[in-house]
C-alpha cells in the first residue's frame, strides 16, 4: 500500500535537476503550467460528454413534462444549476490527480526547499509553502495541515494567505469564463490566475509580516526523505476522497442553493413578460439591482454580481448561478451554449471577463474557509479580518483592471 522509496544516491540526482539553485523554480513552474495545461484540454474531452448528457436530460423533460412549476423547478433550477457544476468533474480529477503525484513523490517537499529562501523574503519559513500548494486542491483542509507549522506565528500568517490560492471551486469559473473569452489560451489564462493568487498572497505576507506579525521568521532546517515511486493506489484513494467531497458538495450545498436561486427567480410570477423580464422583475433581479450601484464600476451587471453573491457561500455555486440566471426560463442550453450567451452579450467583453476572473480569485473565500480560520486560530478577529480584506482587495482590484483596461481596449 505505501509507496516504495527511491535509493537515496538516485533520489540526489534528481534533487541535483529538480532544486537546483537556478533552475529548480523554473521547473516548478512549468510544472505547474503543464498541470493547468492538462486540467483545461484533457478534462475537456469528457466535460463535453457529461455537458451532452446534462443537455440532453434537460431536452428530454422538457419536451415529456407539462409546464408547471415543478418542471421550472427541475429543469431551470435543479439540472441547470447542479448540471452546469458537474460538468466541470473531470477538471477536478486531474488537478487532484497532479497535487496526489507531487504529494506521494516526495516532490512537493522539495518545493518547500526551493521556496524557502523565497518565503524567509516575504516573512515565512519553508514549511509553509506545502500547505499554500495543498491550498490548490482546498483551502479548508490546507488551514488545518498547518498545525504542523510549530511558529505559531507562522502559522497564523499561513492561514491568512492560503485563500488566495485558487481552490478546485474557483476552477470551474476560471474554466467557463477563460473558455468563452480566451479559447485560444484558456490554458495560460488559468495558469496566470493561479500564479497571479500567488504574487497576491506574497504581497500579503510581506505587508502582514511587517505590520500584524514583526516576531522573528523559524530558521529551523527542512529534512529531506528520499524520492518514492508513486503509488497508483494511495493516488487513487486521495482524489477518491477528494471526488467523493466534491459530490457531496453537489448533492448537498448546491443543489440547495440552485433551489433557492431559482425560487428567487421564479417568484414573483408575472403573465404576459418575456423570461428576460420575468427574471429582472423577480426578488433575484431586486437584489441584484440592489448591488449595482456597487458592482458597475468593476464592470460587472447586475447576473454577475448575484453570482458573485451566491459564491460566498461556496465558489461552484458561482457557475450554478450563471447558468440558472443566463440559460432564463424555459430554455435548453449546454455549456458550449451558455459560453455563446455570454459572448452575444453586449455589457460582456474580455475586460469584463478579466476583472470578473481576478475578483473572483480574490474575493471572500467561502463560509467553510471562515469558520475553519476562527476554528484554527481560535479568534473570530482573524477571520472577520479576512473576509473584510480579501474583499476590499478584490473589489480594488477588479476596479483597477475594469477602468485602467477601458483607456486601451
Known sequence: MFSRTIDPIKSSRI?????????GLPIFLGVLWIMFQATFVLGQIPMNWIDEGVHALNGWLRDTMADSWFKSLLTDGIISGVGGVAIFLPNILILFAFISFMEDTGYMARVAVIMDKLMHVIGLHGKSFVPLIMGFGCNV????ATKTIENRRDRLLTMLIIPFMSCSARLPVYVLIAGAFFPNHAGTMIFCIYVFGILVSMLTAIVLSK????????????ILSPYRYPSLRLMWQTIRMNTGEYLKKISGVVLIASIIVWGLGY???HSDVSPNEQLERSYL????????PVMTPIGFDWRMGVAALAGISSKELI??????????EGTNEDEKALKERFIDDDQLQPLNALAFLIFVLLYFPCIAVFTTIKVQSGKWRYAVFLALYTTTLAWLAAFAVFQIGKNFF
Open 285 to 292: 433581479g431586486k437584489i441584484g439591482q440592489a448591488i449595482e
Open 319 to 328: 457557475v450554478s448561478t450563471m447558468s440558472i440566471l443566463y440559460f432564463g
Open 141 to 144: 483542509p490546507a488551514i488545518m
Open 15 to 23: 534533487d541535483a535537476v529538480l532544486t537546483h539553485k537556478i533552475w
Open 211 to 222: 505590520t500584524v506579525f514583526k516576531n522573528q521568521v523559524d530558521d529551523s532546517p527542512i
Open 267 to 269: 417568484f414573483p410570477r
